[in-house]
């Protein structure tokens, strides 16, 4: 007597439908639907079980030897013996109190206001109060080449100071336009070069690298302003918000022209492309008079000799040139502009230098007379001039 329901798959018959239906949710047929797609035999129910048994031993084994692998320390142990002692050792212990240190600080920072607010006095910026945002996860870079310092780089003393946010992606090697690690300096604009097609306006003429990078970190991070646009577009509420207009309209150059120069002057000198000769300055420009120059300590005579203080005297008998002179280190910024120039980069029109250097000198002498007559202003409010202290 034949059964009227069967499975051709596991070639089994029943003699009830509900058995049927609750076979075709089994494993096991469930199996062997796979082994019929891939063209096998299909298996009886006690091989079924002896696959299952085995199976679930190899698991207990993989588990028993994962458990001697310590994920902390990165470690692998051949024997569970081997793995408590690890366990147990002060170094393991230590590396596990850190790393519990170090979520529980990121989960704070995350929960609270980060960085609360930063006040900032800049040249074009102003004075700022903004709500630094966390950047993003870096990615980091593949380069194996060793971390540079920046020892060589003149940090010029500007006539502003300004207080560096904890944020600002060039202190921790960020590219300005995205997330992207590096692991050098000259590696971060080595990238921001190659990949974002930003290039240093007049990098021949510029003495102080790292200033105008912060100073462009600034920008970006506490400012939030595109490099391009700077306070002529649109105003945005985040670095990343910046930073995707940018690369999206391909602003990811600086503004090098208008009243934009007064404003990257501290980090440029002009001064090597002056003419040399009286056939294009003005009369009132540079005028040579043949008079005694110096200062508080030494004066200069018209000869060329150097006259000292007395008070100086034990550093005047030490053997050192007096006509030495301390030069600045461009060691990185010979490599940019090296690198520039192997991308096809053209040293700027002299002309067009010359011109620069006349506009920054003009809206300079703006400057100063625009400060001077506003501290003549405040010298007027005061009353008295006697010192404010309180005996």
Same mark, same amino acid.
């Given at each position: ?8 798959? =596991? ?25 019929? !797609? ?21 698991? $207990? ?8 692998? =310590? ?8 024997? $569970? ?15 596990? #109190? #850190? @790393?519990?240190?170090? !979520? ?63 944020? @600002? ?8 336009? =995205? ?27 510029? !003495? ?9 970190? #600034?920008?970006? =991070? ?7 646009? @700077? ?104 490599? !940019? ?52 202290? @309180?005996?």
């Amino acid at each position: 007597m034949t059964s009227k329901y069967t499975c051709i798959t =596991c070639r089994v018959a029943f003699n009830d439908v509900e058995i049927q239906r609750q076979h075709y949710k089994t494993d096991w047929h469930r199996y062997n639907l796979k082994r019929k !797609v891939a063209e096998l035999p299909p298996v009886t129910a006690e091989d079924f079980q002896k696959k299952v048994l085995k199976q679930r031993s190899d698991d $207990a084994e993989d588990s028993k030897n994962s458990a001697t692998y =310590c994920m902390v320390c990165k470690k692998s142990f051949k024997t $569970a013996k081997a793995f408590v002692n690890h366990s147990n050792s002060k170094q393991h212990q230590d590396k596990l #109190e #850190e @790393n519990t240190n170090s !979520v529980e600080s990121s989960d704070t920072n995350d929960t609270e206001n980060i960085n609360g607010n930063i006040e900032i006095s800049c040249p074009s910026i102003g004075k700022v109060t903004k709500k630094a945002p966390k950047s993003e996860a870096t990615q980091m870079d593949e380069d194996s080449d060793e971390y540079e310092t920046d020892s060589d780089i003149d940090s010029d003393d500007s006539g502003w100071e300004v207080e560096i946010s904890e944020n @600002n992606p060039i202190l921790k090697n960020n590219c300005l336009f =995205c997330s992207h690690h590096s692991r050098s300096q000259m590696k971060n604009l080595e990238h921001m070069t190659l990949i974002h097609s930003f290039f240093i306006p007049d990098t021949e003429y510029l !003495v102080d690298l790292k200033g105008l990078l912060l100073y462009l970190g #600034e920008k970006v =991070c506490v400012g939030f302003m595109c490099l391009w646009c @700077n306070d002529r577009g649109k105003s945005f509420y985040s670095m990343e918000s910046a930073q995707q207009h940018m690369t999206d309209k391909g602003h990811c150059k600086m503004l090098h022209e208008g009243e934009a120069l007064a404003e990257y002057g501290d980090f440029y000198d002009y001064s090597s492309s002056y003419p040399d000769h009286a056939e294009s300055m003005e009369v009132d420009e540079e005028v040579d008079l043949n008079v005694i120059d110096g200062n508080d300590y030494q004066l200069v005579l018209p000869s060329g000799a150097t006259i000292g203080h007395r008070s100086l005297m034990k550093y005047y008998r030490q053997n050192f040139d007096p006509d030495r002179v301390v030069v600045p280190h461009r060691g990185k910024i010979n490599k !940019v502009l090296s690198q520039y120039r192997a991308l096809g980069y053209k040293e700027s029109d002299k002309q067009a230098v010359v011109k620069k250097a006349r506009d920054i000198k003009f809206m300079r002498r703006v400057q100063n007379k625009y400060m001077m007559m506003l501290g003549t202003k405040a010298n007027k409010l005061q009353k008295h001039f006697r010192p404010q202290v @309180n005996f």
